[in-house]
């Protein structure tokens, strides 16, 4: 149900930019985020956004990672730059709604390799 696009290879240091889209028959959603999970790793939030509040990232992205929303849509952006090698993994995007429960998209790939 919900929609993610932007993932693909890139070099160390390079950009990219993940798009989430959620359903507009979602009116309770109070959070989205992004998470990812890389090979023989657990999950971890990467980051996320809430109605009347800045972003909440993990240490490890924080200054290189931007997350926003688009307003009075159920849209979130994921903005990274200056990618590293470790940033490779699946990211899901999540919806958190008011009364649960969490949606997560299925997935996209993102590596960091030269």
């Known amino acids: 149900q919900l929609v993610e696009s932007g993932g693909g290879l890139v070099q160390p240091g390079g950009s990219l930019t993940l798009s989430c889209v959620a359903p507009e028959s979602f009116l309770n959603i109070y959070a989205m985020g992004w998470e990812r999970q890389a090979p023989g790793k657990q999950r971890e939030l990467v980051a996320q956004v809430s109605r009347g509040s800045g972003g909440l990232y993990a240490d490890s992205v924080k200054g290189r990672f931007t997350i926003s929303r688009a307003d009075g849509k159920n849209t979130v952006y994921l903005q990274m730059n200056s990618l590293k090698p470790e940033d490779t993994a699946v990211y899901f995007c999540?919806?958190?709604?008011?009364?649960?429960?969490?949606?997560w998209g299925q997935g996209i790939q993102v590596t960091v390799s030269s």
């Open positions: 999540v919806a958190r709604r008011v009364g649960g429960p969490d949606v």
